[in-house]
Nanobody, 123 residues
Framework: VQLQASGGGLVQAGGSLRLSCAASGRTSSIFVMGWFRQAPGKEREFVAAISRNNGITKYTGSVKGRFAISRDNAKNTVYLQMISLIPEDTAVYYC?????????????????WGQGTQVTVSS
């Protein structure tokens, strides 16, 4: 499975961005896809995840109400719509996928990773 993330950029505080993650290869084996982020000097942290078959979602507390994860199974793509961005959201954002039937929130639980996409929020 290969994952290609895109959509990052520079935005002012209060702005919005939409990240995309397109999966290719053995996509039929993927049941959960997620987004993580890593700021300089910090560990990679969970942002959001979604189950591909039933649409169950999970979010970390700091993004609830501001970020929305969604999926388009026909396109094997997961999106992360981000609004009301704040400087603390600045990080490299990574998408991940796994064959687990459970919506996972720990980086070590994911088997497949895409390259990161930089999100920078200026104050």
């Amino acid at each position: 499975v290969q994952l290609q993330a895109s959509g990052g950029g520079l935005v002012q505080a209060g702005g919005s961005l939409r990240l995309s993650c397109a999966a290719s290869g053995r996509t039929s084996s993927i049941f959960v896809m997620g987004w993580f982020r890593q700021a300089p000097g910090k560990e990679r942290e969970f942002v959001a995840a979604i189950s591909r078959n039933n649409g169950i979602t999970k979010y970390t507390g700091s993004v609830k109400g501001r970020f929305a994860i969604s999926r388009d199974n026909a396109k094997n793509t997961v999106y992360l719509q981000m609004i009301s961005l704040i400087p603390e959201d600045t990080a490299v954002y990574y998408c991940a996928a796994d064959m687990s039937m459970v919506v996972l929130t720990t980086p070590n639980d994911y088997d497949y990773w895409g390259q990161g996409t930089q999100v920078t929020v200026s104050s």
